[in-house]
């Protein structure tokens, strides 16, 4: 490496960037690209990437190339380095042909230091014409995780990038991520041909979140109550599954005096852009929006993201809660969760279109999101541990705050998967529960349910509390809903254990979702 790398480098960041020091990894990536190596970057949202590649662009000769998915973004990018005296520009579909063949001319004679392109675009024979007559410092993809074909940001025009390394061998490579389980990483470096390139993962812990799942009752009241004891002028996002769902909660919050705007992908875009527009412009303020909203926002004082359904994997429930707090302020990530949302999961995946490979991956992707719901311990070591990190307890969570009750549930379960075997197990939730509460309805006396051996034996606990019981049962593999045959409750192998009493489960203790109460602060 050249000696006098290091010292320019810190000169760029202090003289251009205006920061006294490199922030965790920044220094070696910046070191390390600048002298023409390959990187591939997985540091959490608010780490820093974006110098990661920017320094290393200025230091080398010719122009950075930065591949974005977030057309949306490149504007006010561009606007914040031109603040700093970098000179960058974009192209895209959003601006004129003449206005592109300027930004060309200023690539090829090398007049610009960074250029903000989109994967389709720079896939253009043009294009890569353009690069190819042009001296190129470094070719950066951010948001890598977009070639990911499991992840939700897949976007098909990622994958050919791997041309990149075919058509320009000697042009380092940068790609960037805040993603960072172990299945996505392997595939960026497979798909995007970086499987030499040097891997730097920063820690994924963003210690002043706090991380809350509470039992879901009625999720839309929780919510209010969530917002205005610990919130009450904050601004936040809330993320909900259907639009539909995201129109009503956000007239709701409205209604009960708390400023809330919807986003979702059947919204017009100018009514879209003005609601995003404001969020990122104003103070006090609740962004309620299906996951198309967030990728690439940039706002640091978000003080909170709910959930009202549950995400589809721990990435997804990462970067979104990622949005929290980016500024290092205590922020909270809160989540209501309950029975319906693992059914209504399970059955997304039973119906999807997805082979069975998919399903698979998908399967396997919605249980580590279970597990963390359900778990007994600190939910940042389950989270961190998803992402191939080991730590201990970190104070800052509901169960290391308020560590749950669990008790031993291997009675209350047998009772629940033998009252699944007696019906045949071709019942749904409502009439097991109703089965084993004793309950008198026209559907057990029409099946004389009432002379099963089951029927009453659950008659010491709520509604409510069975259902908690049964959901954990489903978390846990223990029963499996049937959507073909009228969501009827199955048997899976792993309850024969249990039922012959080999093998003992620990629940949570149901807890009556109440008044959101006030956890000690963090600070
Ligand atoms: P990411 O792309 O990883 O989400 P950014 O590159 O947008 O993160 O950086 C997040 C924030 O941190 C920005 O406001 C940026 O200016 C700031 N930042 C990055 N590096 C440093 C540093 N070394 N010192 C101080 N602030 C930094
Ligand atoms: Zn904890």
Same mark, same amino acid.
């Given at each position: ?50 110098? +990661? ?11 950075? $190339? ?9 504007? /006010? ?8 005296? $970098? ?34 675009? =720079? &896939? ?17 993809? /951010? ?6 074909? #499991? ?49 730097? $993962? ?18 839309? %009241?929780?919510?209010? @109550? ?41 919204? @017009? ?17 609740? &962004? ?17 993201? +709910? ?21 290092? &302020?205590?922020?909270?990530? #809160? ?5 319906? @949302? ?16 998919? %399903? ?11 597990? =963390? ?27 290391? =705050?308020?560590?749950? $009750?669990?008790? @031993? ?24 529960? /109703? ?11 029409? #099946? ?17 509390? #069975? ?57």
């Amino acid at each position: 490496m050249d000696p006098g790398l290091s010292a320019r480098a810190l000169d760029q960041l202090q003289t251009v960037f205006g920061y006294p020091a490199f922030r965790g990894q920044q220094k070696e990536i910046v070191e390390h690209v600048a002298s023409g190596g390959d990187a591939l970057v997985l540091m959490p949202t608010g780490g820093g990437k974006s110098l +990661c590649y920017q320094i290393p662009a200025l230091l080398r000769d010719g122009v950075g $190339v930065v591949v974005s998915p977030l057309i949306a973004l490149m504007q /006010d990018q561009v606007d914040a380095l031109a603040e700093v005296g $970098v000179r960058a520009a974009f192209l895209n579909s959003t601006q004129t042909y003449e206005e592109s063949m300027r930004i060309e001319r200023l690539v090829r004679t090398g007049e610009i230091d960074l250029v903000y392109v989109a994967p389709e675009r =720079l &896939m253009t024979q043009r294009c890569l014409d353009l690069f190819q007559a042009s001296k190129i410092a470094l070719f950066a993809i /951010d948001e890598a995780h977009c070639v990911s074909q #499991w992840g939700h940001d897949f976007r098909p025009e990622y994958i050919k990038l791997s041309i990149l390394h075919e058509q320009f061998p000697d042009v380092p490579r940068i790609a960037l991520t805040a993603t960072a389980d172990q299945q996505t990483r392997a595939e960026i470096a497979l798909r995007l041909q970086l499987g030499d390139a040097r891997q730097f $993962v920063s820690s994924f812990d963003r210690p002043n979140i706090r991380y809350q799942i509470v039992e879901k009752g009625n999720g839309r %009241k929780q919510l209010l @109550d969530f917002i205005t004891t610990e919130h009450g002028s904050d601004a936040g996002i809330v993320y909900c599954l259907s639009r539909k769902k995201v129109e009503e909660t956000a007239d709701f919050l409205n209604e009960n005096g708390i400023r809330a705007l919807p986003y979702h992908a059947g919204m @017009d875009y100018p009514k879209r852009s003005a609601n995003q527009a404001r969020f990122l412009r104003e103070e006090s303020i609740v &962004m309620v929006a299906t996951i198309a909203f967030g990728m690439g926002i940039d706002k640091p004082d978000v003080r909170f993201v +709910c959930h009202l359904d549950l995400p589809k994997s721990i990435e997804g429930y990462y970067q979104e809660t990622g949005r929290a707090g980016r500024d290092g &302020m205590p922020a909270s990530a #809160w989540m209501a969760y309950g029975l319906q @949302d693992v059914v209504l999961q399970r059955r997304m995946i039973d119906e999807s279109e997805a082979d069975e490979t998919f %399903k698979r991956v998908l399967s396997m992707k919605l249980d580590a999101m279970l597990g =963390l719901c359900e778990t007994l311990s600190c939910r940042r070591v389950r989270l961190l541990e998803y992402f191939g990190e080991q730590s201990t307890p970190c104070g800052n969570c509901d169960t290391c =705050l308020i560590p749950p $009750v669990s008790f @031993d549930g291997t009675v209350p379960v047998q009772k629940l998967l033998s009252a699944i075997y007696r019906v045949d197990q071709r019942f749904a939730a409502g009439h097991v529960i /109703d089965v084993l509460r004793g309950v008198e309805t026209d559907r057990i006396k029409q #099946w004389h349910h009432d002379s099963l051996s089951v029927y009453g034996i659950g008659s010491e606990r709520t509604e409510a509390e #069975w259902r908690a019981i049964l959901r954990q049962a489903i978390a846990l593999g223990l029963i499996t809903v049937d959507h073909e045959v009228y969501s009827s409750l199955k048997l899976t192998d792993a309850a024969r254990p249990v039922l012959k009493g080999g093998q003992k489960v620990q629940l949570r203790q149901y807890q009556k979702p109440v008044k959101q109460k006030r956890a000690p602060s963090a600070s």
